[in-house]
């Protein structure tokens, strides 16, 4: 499985949706199931998966699916 | 009591913290030992045989460095794949009369004592949370957070927000089945104390019960009741460890 598909596979489950809702308009403002339960959970998911532990800031700032990969991208985790 | 455990233990070269990792890793835990110097844990560790399958390992950072922290504590998940206890016992204690009181070492106490020790429980709470049985955290506070004490204001606060910030993740991380305490040691019997003068040091043993300093491995057996299972029912409490002393 390439990082992609594990992170997406992460979003599927976490949110229970479908690959197709999956891009730029995945945000914390726009997805209604998106709370701080959720949040912590796709944290925690996250960091299991790819044997990282996020900054504060960056948990924080996560925001959106698309800024995510971003923010993996500095913890050498290449999406 | 500790055997299959995976323990941190900060501020561990010397004294309480040193004394709190001898007696983890005698009761079979894998223990982290984490000291600013390098090569301090290793100078008292590696002539250690604990005799029970623990062990001790070193982790060389600052705990006021947020990084440093989580490098720290992804190495210990990395190599052992979990963490079930850690003691928030590095601190540092500058004692200042009123209208004398640093700047510097006042900022330095919060930094350390504070920040530090919420610096380690928010990284450590984040791995625990993930495990089916939790974690179990210990702060170390002190007997003046309690009682307090002429000439230590400041670092008589930052022990105050020690017990508090212990009540206050116990609510916080009971659900995760993360328990979060806090010791309180009185008087004890470190290098720190062999400086005192002598006929103060005889006034203050004059006022514990039991006529004696603490030696560090009284706390470090209060603070093992803590960490193991023995305690499972045990969260947001300070358990003062001070020979029943009248302050």
């Known amino acids: 499985?390439?990082?992609?598909?594990?992170?997406?596979?992460?979003?599927?489950?976490?949110?229970?949706?479908?690959?197709?809702?999956?891009?730029?308009?995945?945000?914390?403002?726009?997805?209604?199931?998106?709370?701080?339960v959720a949040h912590l959970s796709l944290i925690s998911q996250l960091e299991d998966e790819f044997d990282i532990m996020f900054e504060a800031e960056d948990i924080l700032h996560y925001g959106s699916y698309e800024n995510g990969k971003k923010l993996l991208a500095k913890y050498g985790v290449e999406i | 009591m500790l055997t299959g455990k995976v323990c941190i233990v900060t501020g561990a070269s010397r004294g309480i913290g040193k004394a709190i990792a001898q007696v983890f890793a005698q009761n079979g835990a894998v223990v982290y030992g984490t000291a600013t110097r390098e090569g301090s844990i290793e100078a008292w560790a590696d002539g250690f045989d604990p005799q029970s399958g623990g062990c001790i390992r070193s982790l060389y950072f600052d705990i006021t460095d947020e990084a440093a922290c989580r490098e720290a504590v992804m190495r210990v998940k990395k190599e052992t794949g979990r963490l079930d206890g850690l003691v928030n016992n590095a601190g540092v204690e500058f004692n200042e009369l009123i209208g004398m009181i640093s700047r510097e070492h006042m900022e330095k106490?919060?930094?350390?004592?504070?920040?530090?020790?919420?610096?380690?429980?928010?990284?450590?709470?984040?791995?625990?949370?993930?495990?089916?049985?939790?974690?179990?955290?210990?702060?170390?506070?002190?007997?003046?957070?309690?009682?307090?004490?002429?000439?230590?204001?400041?670092?008589?606060?930052?022990?105050?927000?020690?017990?508090?910030?212990?009540?206050?993740?116990?609510?916080?991380?009971?659900?995760?089945?993360?328990?979060?305490?806090?010791?309180?040691?009185?008087?004890?019997?470190?290098?720190?104390?062999?400086?005192?003068?002598?006929?103060?040091?005889?006034?203050?043993?004059?006022?514990?019960?039991?006529?004696?300093?603490?030696?560090?491995?009284?706390?470090?057996?209060?603070?093992?009741?803590?960490?193991?299972?023995?305690?499972?029912?045990?969260?947001?409490?300070?358990?003062?460890?001070?020979?029943?002393t009248i302050m």
């Open chain 1, 1 to 36: 499985m390439t990082n992609l598909e594990k992170y997406d596979h992460i979003f599927m489950d976490v949110f229970g949706i479908d690959h197709a809702a999956l891009g730029e308009a995945f945000t914390f403002k726009d997805v209604p199931a998106w709370d701080s």
């Open chain 2, 109 to 244: 106490m919060f930094e350390v004592n504070v920040y530090g020790t919420i610096n380690m429980l928010q990284l450590a709470s984040r791995i625990m949370g993930r495990q089916e049985n939790g974690g179990s955290i210990v702060n170390i506070t002190s007997m003046t957070a309690l009682k307090g004490n002429r000439g230590q204001m400041v670092y008589s606060a930052t022990k105050g927000a020690v017990i508090s910030l212990t009540r206050s993740a116990a609510k916080e991380l009971a659900p995760k089945k993360i328990r979060v305490n806090a010791i309180a040691p009185g008087l004890t019997n470190t290098d720190m104390m062999k400086q005192a003068d002598p006929k103060m040091l005889e006034g203050r043993i004059g006022n514990i019960c039991m006529g004696r300093l603490a030696e560090p491995e009284d706390i470090a057996k209060a603070c093992l009741y803590m960490i193991s299972d023995m305690s499972s029912y045990v969260s947001g409490q300070v358990l003062a460890v001070d020979g029943c």
